[in-house]
């Protein structure tokens, strides 16, 4: 749900087999829908976490973890 958000997929209850079969059927019927929420979580995997980004934040924490702040 924390990548999902409200704008690349769907979010079904753990577990629910019936939940998860329906929301495929959806995505598997519109492909206007899926070709959205593909690229939208193409975007923001790139946004959020690619090398160029994580790296430095990574960097970033490392650093103050062995300066103690």
Do not use: W
């Not at 519109?30 to 790139?46: F, I």
């Not at 946004?47 to 702040?69: C, F, N, W, Y």
């Amino acid at each position: 749900p924390e990548f999902i958000e409200n704008d690349c997929g769907g979010v079904v209850p753990y577990l629910d087999v019936a939940s998860m079969a329906c929301a495929v059927i959806r995505l598997a019927e519109n492909a206007d829908r899926r070709t959205s929420l593909g690229n939208c979580a193409y975007r923001k995997v790139r946004a959020r976490h690619d090398i160029s980004v994580a790296a430095p934040k990574i960097l970033d924490a490392m650093q103050k973890t062995i300066e103690g702040k």
